[in-house]
Structure formats: C-alpha cells, structure tokens
C-alpha cells in the first residue's frame, strides 16, 4: 500500500497528520537495519534473556536526559510503579541520537524521499532537520502507554500553525509497526480527547508518520510476546526560526561518523543542517580549501564555481 504524494500532502496540511506508506524502499531499510544492532540488542537477542543483551538496552540511550540513573521525577517523568496512561521514564530509553556509527543509518537520516516531501508539504526547500535520533521499544520494557498529548517540547513561544511557519514532525518506521507493536494512536485537528475516536498509525518499514504539534496523539503498550519497534525521529522547520529545536549536531562535527557523513553530502543536503549553500558571502577560496581539509573526499566543486 503506497501512498500517493500529493493526497498526503493535503493529507497533513488539512488533518494535521498522515502516514506516507512505503515512502522509503524496503531494501534500503533493510540494509540500513543491518547496522542498528550495534546500536540495540537483536529483539531476539533481549528477548531471549541474555543478560548481556538486557545490558545493552539498558545503556544503548546516548540522550543523556534518560539514563536510567536518573530519577524520572527529575524529569517531570512518572515513577514506573505509575500505572496507565502516564508519561514513565523507561518508554524514553533506547534514544540513539544522530549523528550514528553507522553510515547508512546516517544517510536514511536524510533520505532524498524524506525530504523531498517534507519540502512538499511544508511548502518551501529551504528548511531545516532539527530531530534525528533512532527510538527503540521491546515488549516489556515497561509499560508505554501514554496520555494523550500535543508535542509541546520542540519550541520556545507557542505555535504558528500555517504555511511558511508549520514544522512537520515524524517518525520513519524502520521496523513493520503494527497492533501489538506499538503504532501511535492519532486524532486528526480539531478532535479533542476524551470522546473522539483515534487512528491507528500503522504503518510497514519504509513508512513515514507525519504529524503537526496541533494534533493530539500517543503512545501506546507493546503486547506482542518477542515484539519490538524501531524508528527514526526525522522533524523538520522552515530554514532561520531559531525558536524550534530538540536536537543539536554541532557538539558531534569533529568526531568521525559526521565527518564521513558530511563528505557524502551535497551542499543542499547540509544546507539541512544549516551550513550555508555555495554562493553565501560565508565562502572564500580558504575556506572551501578548509572544507575539503576537514572533510576528505568531500565535493567541493560547487562552492568553488559559486567563488569564481
Ligand atoms: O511512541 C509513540 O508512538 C509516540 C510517542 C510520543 O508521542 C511522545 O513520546 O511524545
């Protein structure tokens, strides 16, 4: 089940949310899998009861805010003894932030199709990533079940909701997300908890949800016995509003997995994270020199030609 591009365009600019099936073929999710478990336990590594495995999620989180050493209250995060509809520390574990030590992982971050309708549906080319981190759940873990809620945490006034000022939130879902293994239960703008009915955002790998900070949603418990869900958080913004954020790259760019990433990218691609595209009266002739010394193998052509 593909979805057509432009009914889901419509679809998140009037019900505030969709899912674009299939946006992301199967096989470059496939292979970019391959490398998450040297970032998670196998499922069928955790749910075996290795200890060696449970470690691992235990202390896969690099968002620092959830370590489990933390208390949750410290957090405004319920205790675990919490129970139904809460907002608990451990639903937050296993946050893996980009940049990854796996390079096709960074790529899927930006994928060409990702973008491209993120571009569509905002309306303009010249927006920013601002989300990018990997989620993952296992059955088990701790109960998931969340209140309904609007996302509240990725800006500092409150939001403009309308073209040329909306962000588009999302998850790709890198694992098949189905009943039992989570799928985040939505209601489209202007439905309200209690007494509207929510949808399903189920959705096989490859699958882009959508969703704007106007529209109530959350997460639900993984029941599934051995069941797990992966996704990457992938949000974008419109290029210069510093008051929408959650992740920063920046703390990361001397370290190597950016650096291989970043020589791969094109000047559009890092313009995503705000480097500043050929043609900015940022460049001279040093700095491009300093570009190709600080990231090998990087194409610095098109910065050259905009010099001359
Ligand atoms: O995990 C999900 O399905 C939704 C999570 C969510 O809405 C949240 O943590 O704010």
């Not at 970019?32 to 691992?56: N, Q, R």
Request: aromatic share 12%.
């Amino acid at each position: 089940m593909s979805t057509d591009i432009e009914v889901a365009v419509e679809e998140w600019r009037t019900q505030g949310w969709t899912v674009v099936h299939d946006l992301v073929p199967t096989e470059e999710i496939d292979a970019a899998v391959e490398e998450l478990w040297g970032h998670f336990p196998h499922p069928s590594d955790y749910h075996s009861g290795d200890p060696k495995a449970i470690a691992h999620f235990e202390t896969a989180s690099t968002d620092e805010r959830y370590q489990p050493s933390r208390q949750g209250s410290a957090h405004g995060l319920n205790e675990e003894d919490a129970v139904g509809s809460e907002f608990r520390l451990r639903q937050f574990l296993g946050h893996v932030l980009f940049p990854y030590d796996s390079h096709l992982l960074n790529r899927l971050q930006i994928h060409p199709r990702v973008v491209d309708f993120a571009q569509r549906a905002m309306g303009s080319e010249d927006i920013r990533l601002y989300q990018a981190r990997i989620w993952g759940k296992y059955t088990g873990v701790t109960d998931y079940e969340q209140p309904f809620h609007q996302d509240r945490n990725h800006t500092i006034v409150p939001d403009r909701i309308e073209p040329g000022w909306w962000n588009m939130l999302g998850f790709l879902y890198l694992s098949d997300v189905e009943d039992g293994v989570g799928p985040t239960e939505i209601l489209s703008v202007g439905d309200s908890p209690p007494g509207a009915q929510p949808q399903s955002a189920a959705g096989r790998r490859g699958s882009y949800l959508v969703y704007r900070t106007d529209v109530w949603h959350r997460g639900v418990n993984l029941t599934r016995e051995g069941g797990s869900r992966f996704l990457m958080n992938i949000a974008f913004k419109h290029a210069h509003q510093e008051w929408i954020g959650f992740d920063s790259f920046q703390q990361n760019a001397n370290r190597g997995p950016w650096s291989k990433f970043a020589a791969s990218c094109t000047p559009e691609e890092l313009a995503l994270f705000g480097a500043p595209k050929p043609g900015h009266p940022f460049w001279t002739s040093e700095l491009v020199d300093a570009l190709e010394d600080r990231y090998h193998g990087i194409d610095s052509a098109p910065w050259r030609e905009a010099l001359k």
